[in-house]
């Protein structure tokens, strides 16, 4: 029997958005100066959103070249990735001289599973990834760190962090309008025009950036909010965001990065802040309501909250 294809891809994982429900398994939401309640599974999410597309020669060679300054480790890493890539991606090569019946079947059959991985691969990745991230989530609401000081469990989970990061709508858009440039701007005997196609180069890209961040930020400080307050912590459909960045102004340049991640109304963690604390207790409302500001600022279309009221402020 075939798996089904997966239509409906979230780029918010519903299992962190159910730590801002209510008794009704909903949260409330801000969207288009609307403010309404909406299950988990009804949010977040397009159809087909991380589809695989087959990248071409010339677009392989366009990704090594991107990377080719980083460590050779860190090469093989891409390398890997692009065969993953292709066997899903790539299309069957069958010369379809004298089958009979029972061998067209099964070629059709064949078909249908390569355009159901399509589909579904990197849903199905985020997810298995997803589903381990929810016993640190827990963790974090418990106030409990302690896996942060495994060397494995700290790689997986800042790992975990950037790719909350990357694979949103937000993040998908403003990097299509880049890749969309780098398609005439690369423009060259190397990378003939049409030889590259944003659409085919969006998720591999940022998958691969995400891993270099993540790289990146290893041996960075990890600092736990703990929200004393009544107003609670709200977040959106780019619910990680980088307090160091400019979300009015994206042309501007960005010189460092601390990552800002609400876990729920009551907890959130930074990753390399440079104050010093490993933990940090907000009292007062407007302590809050820096961190919710940064998140209204950075979102695409939608804020979540537990709170009609606190969304209701936002509402302007």
């Known amino acids: 029997m075939l798996e089904n294809k997966k239509r409906k891809h979230h780029y918010v994982f519903q299992a962190y958005l159910k730590k801002w429900v209510n008794s009704n398994e909903k949260l409330w939401c801000l969207r288009e100066g609307k403010v309404f309640e909406v299950k988990t599974n009804n949010i977040a999410f397009e159809k087909d959103f991380y589809r695989v597309h087959r990248l071409s020669c010339k677009e ?25 890539s292709k066997l899903i991606s790539d299309d069957y090569r069958i010369i379809i001289v004298g089958l009979n019946s029972k061998q067209m079947i099964g070629l059709v059959e064949n078909n249908k599973i390569l355009d159901i991985a399509r589909n579904n691969m990197t849903e199905d990745v985020l997810a298995e990834f997803e589903g381990e991230a929810v016993v ?29 990061y990357y694979r949103t709508l937000r993040i998908r858009n403003n990097a299509l309008l880049v890749l969309k440039e780098a398609e005439t701007c690369f423009v ?49 459909d780019q619910p990680v965001v980088n307090l160091m960045a400019d979300y009015k102004d994206l042309k501007s340049e960005v010189s460092d990065l601390i990552f800002y991640y609400p876990i729920s109304p009551n907890i959130a963690v930074l990753v390399n802040d440079h104050s010093g604390k490993t933990r940090i207790e907000l009292k007062t409302d407007k302590e809050v309501e820096k961190y919710n500001d940064a998140i209204k600022s950075a979102s695409n279309k939608m804020i979540f909250s537990n709170s009609y009221t606190i969304l209701e402020k936002y509402n302007d």
């Open 60 to 84: 392989i060679e366009f990704i090594k070249l991107f990377f080719s300054k980083y460590s050779l480790a860190f090469q093989k890493g891409v390398d890997d990735f692009i065969k993953l």
């Open 188 to 236: 060259s005997d190397q990378f003939p025009e049409g030889s590259l196609k944003s659409e085919n180069l969006i998720f591999p890209m940022l998958w691969l950036i995400s891993a270099r961040c993540a790289d990146a930020l290893l041996k960075s400080p990890i600092t736990i909010i703990v929200n004393k307050t009544a107003t609670g912590f709200i977040t959106s």
């Open 136 to 164: 640190w989530l827990n963790s974090l609401c418990d106030n409990n760190i302690s896996f942060i000081y495994n060397i494995e469990e700290r790689e997986k989970f800042i790992n975990f962090i950037c790719m909350q």
